[in-house]
């Protein structure tokens, strides 16, 4: 038998997969990192670049370029390869090119005899995730997608920014597709145990519309950063370790992931982001929030386009 060292494959190299190899190597996060990409030449120089760095690393971590038979002994497969956002363009106007795209990595990843949990990372996440669970046939609770992980991050960042507060202390959460139909849950947002809205009053020169504005600028984050820099990748990067962790050290943590949905929030097959308990056996359960009726109507809206992707790219 193998000693059990932790083993985390990231397939797809580009600017989200190079930032996580490069934060999970910080954070000393597994024993063991296998990289695999259709561009063998700049995997390998990401390999050889990681592993220049390990002298001065947290934990010793064994990194190298591999292949999908490395699959077989992994715990975690995180997938971020696929056709990235371009400006001007959704995350939903990529689904036809990064199904096709999937179909052959999960194929690939699950004839290796691999039996983990996938993490899926690529845009549009929430149908992407639900292809993974489809073509790999593994069991709902062990596919995970970054759902809106970073949406709940921004989110908390700028609540923290605007009230004056390390974003740490602010609870808040970000649910829905991930994209254009995203929801912020106001009726459960907190600082410190104290509601938004208590908050508000403390704050001299508030104004409602300042919190309305606030969300959109979480929503719209990556236009405005696609449009200055091409792509975004470190928030992300940070979110898949703050979920590799909370797998592989098994800490019950709630992660608003994109999660499947039975019978939840009235929604039925499909995934979906909202807040989830996450350790090593993947997600342990969703956690079901008592919305606002305003909110349970865009959470529908939310989940209804979703479905109707699903539908029509999907169930041909």
Known sequence: MRDHVNRVVLIGTGFVGSSYAFAMLNQGVSEEFVMIDLNKEKSEGDAMDLNHGLPFAPAATKIWFGDYSDCKDADIVVISAGANQKPGETRLDL???????????VEQV?????????????????????VTWKFSGLPKERVIGSGTILDTARFRYLLGDYFAVDPRNVHAYIIGEHGDTELPVWSHADIGGLPISAWAKTKKDFRQEDLDELFINVRDAAYQIIQRKGATYYGIAMGLVRLTKAILQNENSVLTVSAYLENKYGQEDLFIGVPAVVNRSGIREVVELSLSPEEQEKFKHSAEVLKNIIKSSFHK
Request: hydrophobic residues 50%; without cysteine.
């Open 95 to 105: 689904v036809e090119k990064n199904t096709a795209i999937f179909k052959g990595i």
């Open 110 to 130: 699950m004839a290796s005899g691999f039996d983990g949990i996938f993490v899926v990372a690529t845009n549009p996440v929430d149908i992407l995730t639900y």
